[in-house]
């Protein structure tokens, strides 16, 4: 049986992809962005999160646990947990939660199906997120290939770090791509995320070529990627692509910080402010120096 | 907003509600004098023309639309022979926080004098509670269910286009033709007809004599005025008062007037319940906007202007004080004038025309408690007029609201309207289907159904108070089954339901008896070709609804039992009750065990719409088709006003992990906080209710300004609409959430799991930000909805 790990799947979502849509959450990244709105993804593996602050201390989490992990004071060892998930079915208070559970593809199908309606309705459709969806082709390709058989429009929001291989593949199942461009410059790009962006960009010029559907988006950090020689840069090299409808300015937002606290991660970008909306324009009009159609959020 | 409209509409917001004597002080001296001289319809009709001779006519600077009810805007009058306030009830008034009116002392000496010492005993009120048996007090003081019947004259009206085809004079002329028809040789009602044939004769002479009293007002203060602008004003509305409603309007103006006249006359006759609306007023009034663009005599500023003035007219024109229950259940000013849309016409083209926008515009801008107005949506509505209602929704003001008319016309036509009556019919008040100008609607209360389940649970006990009211139906540990305990259920139901419906007959027929409403029955076909009241079977259709409440509430409580007790069997159904009974005292980990790990309602899951599709059925088969005095006229209504909050105070705590006291879901609406899959799932579980089946349901949707934003927003709202009513939803409103509502869901995040914020590119639960972005959003959302 083929399983993928997913941490959420979201209902009604209008800002990845046309209509009304749902966001399918695939576990794991490659990257590792500072501004990452969802640090949970980045592991491949499933993680268990603890909110003390719901936690009534029924201690129905104790007995169950298969690991003996949870001691009789409430407290994990995180050493010998191995994430089965038990504790959080029986916690009544949702103080225990289990981050990315392996599901089938039939499981998500019987989620995504009962959404068809608003698709039809709305010219909406699935579109699978992250994390980086593409790290689990083995689960996205016959996922995808579901979504086609069941006529849902289907979209791939993809950092495009993937085997071209594997975009290759989802090409014929995917009507439309939401592909990040987080940095022109090969050195900050490492910085900022943890990866070289020359397979991202080689990428993203090769699925033009091949006819794909795309929309560009760039994660609009102050401080990282907004100076005007990036964003030229970034205009030049999309005003040369194939099959880019709009490149898509995403406002950087402050509610990662607070996620990756929760997470118990470390937040690089302290201090940094959201764009402000002149700031936001003045850098749609450089890109659209280019000719290419540029607006502001998803 | 012109100068003109911006200070009437100062002038209604900051009024403050006041209660006035009058029409009670003209109404005893004429009965103290009259009663026993004339048959009560004839009495009826002529108490009502007397009011109009004598009533303080008011008219305002600037008011181009005139006429009140009370002698001043927003004072209300009272209606002694329906309920007879007592001196503390008026004390009360005037020094309660919540929904006060002044009350002059003068007024509270009248009372004391005149009208107490001759209504005391001879009201409705009076009698109905002598009357009413001990079973039905009971469960009517436990909050089993309410009675609209006890101090407010039942109904629910809004109006075909009538009255702008024919002027009062043509009614007496229809009246005096059904006069002549009668035939006291074959037909022993004959006499009984020919009463109230005149009485409503002389109700029609009541609002002419109403409008010429305006007029001479108008005249007169034209003369005094010195400004020669407001001076052709105040001529030109002493002609309109001449003309209308004595002869059909020839304008827009005119129009508008004779609507605001024949409501004044509706609810000046007697206090009916508790909504008067003119229905298709975009439809009515559009001939009327085309003839002066074309001759010259209006333009679209000048159409919005009179347009602005009706709606101010309206808000000046809070509900008489309640008291007891009822006031409990309703705390509100509102009489609700809720007026229709778009839609479709008689011959089933699209409804929607140029007055359409306007009357979306005048509502926007003027953002006044009442009128409220919604927008009736069929498949042939164009996505312009969904568009520009979207506009509206999203500035926050819950309305317009949004409903189904394809539906709205299957509802009516399963019940027995005929296609093209049904497609003029529509919804007034909240979201109750009636056929508008055609059908006496009576809505006779709500039915507590979460409180029937404690009944069930507890064999029979209130636990509120340790009372045995309903039937002995067993103790929770004689239940072997669920099918045992859904059996209890039904069986407590229906004895609630029938207890209800005994008394409600009961009211139905006296109010028919001794309060025939001889105005209204003018203008609701076919009451005066039949020569019968409007409560007596006059008009064409005659529906009887009981407002169901708490779908939500009782589903996930049904649903929390079947799971835990009888499937998972990790609870008793015995320790189950009796936490129930303890308000979950030392029980918090069941609680949150129940209210975190059930199926429920809202979330698009079989086995918890299942439940509620059978609660549903079981309602169905308890209420529709039960006989009132005409027939099998009941059916059943699903919403709930404000009666959820009044209903949640007499609740104790239910299986589903509700706290006792708190508020039942409202409407059709899932349980607050308990729909946490988003909106799309709430109307795909909506979608299994075979609501054609009902007079109307009622959703209630939760958004933040910032899911709304921009095209993408409007667009999605739209779409949302439309996926809903192709799943046979009858009506969806947007509560677009305020700051008040997110500090609660801080205090309370179990409460507010659904609770969806935008937030940055993407939306998100707002209980699961942190605190940080909690407060972001709070002061965005503060920004937004100034």
């Known amino acids: 049986m083929i399983t993928g790990v997913i941490f959420d799947i979201k209902r009604y979502t209008l800002h990845d992809g046309p209509g009304i849509r749902v966001s399918v959450h695939l576990k794991g990244c490659p990257l590792s962005c500072w501004w990452c709105h969802n640090p949970e993804s980045q592991s491949f593996a499933p993680q268990l999160l603890f909110r003390p602050e719901r936690c009534i201390r029924c201690g129905y989490c104790v007995p169950v646990c298969p690991a003996r992990a949870i001691s009789e004071k409430i407290e994990t060892d995180e050493l010998l947990c191995c994430i089965s998930g038990e504790c959080a079915d029986v916690c009544p208070a949702g103080a225990r939660e289990i981050c990315g559970r392996h599901v089938t593809v039939s499981r998500v199908m019987d989620i995504l199906l009962k959404e068809r309606i608003f698709f039809d309705q709305s010219g909406g459709g699935v579109t699978l997120s992250g994390g980086e969806p593409l790290c689990q082709a083995g689960f996205v390709l016959p996922l995808l290939e579901e979504c086609k058989k069941n006529d849902m429009p289907t979209a791939v929001d993809t950092s495009g770090f993937a085997g071209w291989d594997v975009i290759e593949a989802t090409l014929p199942l995917t009507d439309l791509y939401l592909y990040d461009i987080k940095h022109m410059d090969p050195e900050l790009h490492r910085k900022y995320t943890g990866a070289d962006n020359g397979m991202i960009l080689a990428n993203l010029a090769r699925l033009g070529e091949a006819g794909a559907r795309i929309n560009v988006r760039i994660p609009f950090v102050p401080g990282v990627n907004t100076d005007e020689r990036n964003l030229r840069n970034t205009g030049e090299f999309v005003s040369r692509l194939k099959g880019v409808e709009t490149v898509s300015l995403l406002p950087y937002h402050t509610a990662a910080e607070g996620k990756h606290r929760r997470w118990e991660m470390e937040f690089k970008l302290r201090g940094v402010y959201p764009p402000t909306s002149h700031s936001l324009a003045a850098a749609a009009g450089v890109i659209e120096k280019y000719g290419v159609k540029t607006v502001i959020g998803g | 907003m012109n100068e003109r409209v911006e200070r009437l509409r100062r002038e209604s917001f900051e009024t403050a509600p006041s209660f006035s004597a009058e029409r009670a002080l003209i109404e005893t001296e004429f009965y103290k004098e009259n009663d026993g001289k004339y048959s009560i319809p004839v009495m009826r009709g002529l108490s009502f023309k007397n009011i109009c001779e004598k009533k303080t006519i008011y008219i305002g600077p600037d008011e181009l639309i005139v006429g009140e009810r009370g002698p001043r805007p927003k004072a209300v009058s009272s209606f002694p022979e329906l309920t007879c306030h007592s001196v503390r009830d008026l004390e009360i008034l005037n020094s309660r926080q919540m929904q006060s009116y002044a009350v002059d002392p003068k007024d509270i000496e009248i009372y004391r004098e005149v009208v107490i010492p001759y209504w005391r005993g001879r009201s409705m009120r009076d009698k109905a509670f002598a009357r009413m048996p001990r079973k039905w007090l009971d469960l009517y003081q436990a909050g089993l269910f309410t009675e609209f019947g006890e101090q407010r004259a039942l109904g629910h009206t809004a109006l075909d286009g009538l009255i702008y085809e024919k002027g009062m004079y043509d009614l007496k002329r229809d009246i005096a033709r059904a006069r002549e028809r009668l035939n006291f040789l074959s037909d022993p009602d004959a006499a009984a007809k020919d009463d109230e044939l005149q009485g409503m004769d002389h109700s029609c002479d009541a609002v002419i004599i109403f409008a010429e009293r305006h007029a001479e007002l108008a005249g007169q203060m034209a003369l005094e005025t010195p400004d020669l602008k407001r001076r052709q004003e105040l001529l030109k509305t002493a002609d309109v008062c001449r003309r209308v ?146 506009e509206v929704i999203r500035h926050g003001m819950g309305y317009p609201s949004v409903f189904n008319a394809d539906m709205v016309i299957q509802e009516q036509m399963r019940t027995g309207k005929t296609l093209e009556d049904a497609r003029q019919g529509g919804t007034s008040g909240c979201i109750e289907t009636g056929c508008a100008g055609k059908e006496a609607y009576l809505l006779h209360g709500y039915l507590n159904t979460p409180k029937v389940l404690e009944l069930a649970l507890n064999d029979g006990t209130d636990l509120m108070t340790g009372k045995s009211i309903g039937l002995r139906t067993g103790a929770p540990a004689d239940f072997k089954s669920y099918g045992e305990l859904y059996g209890a259920f039904e069986r407590q139901l229906e004895y609630v339901v029938d207890t209800k419906i005994e008394a409600d007959n009961y009211l139905r027929a006296r109010y028919a008896e001794l309060f025939p409403a001889t105005f209204l029955s003018v203008l609701i076909s076919d009451c005066v070709e039949k020569g019968r009241d409007y409560y007596a079977g006059g008009p064409r259709y005659n529906t009887d609804y009981i407002q169901c409440t708490g779908i939500g509430t009782i589903t996930d409580s049904l649903s929390a039992i079947k799971k835990h007790v009888f499937e998972e069997k990790r609870v008793s159904l015995d320790r189950l009750v009796r936490a129930c009974g303890v308000n979950w005292e030392k029980e918090e980990a069941l609680r949150l065990t129940v209210w975190n790990k059930t199926p429920f309602y809202g979330n698009d899951d079989d086995r918890a719409d299942d439940i509620m599709r059978a609660v549903y059925a079981s309602l169905f088969a308890a209420i529709d088709g ?99 009513f192709r799943l046979g939803g009858h009506h969806i409103q947007f509560n677009v959430v305020d700051e008040a509502t997110l500090r609660e869901a801080q205090k309370n995040p179990q409460e507010h799991r659904g609770l969806l914020v935008r937030v940055a590119g993407y939306s998100d639960y707002f209980v699961d930000l942190d605190d940080y972005h909690q407060e972001e959003i709070i002061s965005r959302t503060a920004q937004q909805t100034v």
Request: proline share 7%; glycine share 10%.
């Open chain 2, 626 to 724: 039960k006989p009132s005095i005409l027939g099998p006229t009941y059916h059943l209504n699903m919403l709930s006003t404000t009666c959820h909050n009044y209903f949640g105070k007499m609740t104790a705590a239910t299986p589903n992990g509700r706290f006792r006291g708190t508020p039942i879901s409202d409407g059709t609406s899932p349980s607050h906080g308990a729909d946490r899959n988003g909106p799309t799932a709430v109307v795909k579980s909506l979608g299994k209710m075979d609501q054609v089946k009902s007079g109307g349901t009622l959703l209630n949707q939760r958004f933040l300004p910032s899911v709304l934003e921009g095209e993408k927003g409007v667009e999605g709202l739209v779409s949302l609409i439309r996926t809903y």
């Open chain 2, 245 to 390: 409603p004595a002869y059909a309007p020839r304008d827009f103006w005119e129009a508008i007037q004779m609507y605001w006249f024949v409501h004044l006359g509706t609810i000046t006759e007697l206090n009916g319940w508790d909504a008067m609306s003119p229905g298709h007023l975009d439809q009515h009034l559009e001939p009327f906007y085309r003839k002066g663009l074309a001759d010259g005599t209006l333009t679209r500023d000048s159409a919005k202007e009179l347009l602005s003035c009706f709606w101010i007219k309206v808000n000046n024109t809070p509900a008489p004080p309640k008291v007891g229950v009822t006031a409990a259940e309703s705390g509100t000013y509102n009489d609700f004038t809720n007026i229709n849309l778009a839609g479709l016409r008689r011959d089933g083209t699209d409804g929607s025309c140029e007055v359409t926008y306007i009357a979306l515009e005048t509502a926007d801008e003027l953002r006044l408690l009442q009128p409220q107005c919604n927008i009736q949506v069929s498949a042939r509505t164009p996505e312009k007029v969904l568009k520009a209602a979207a």
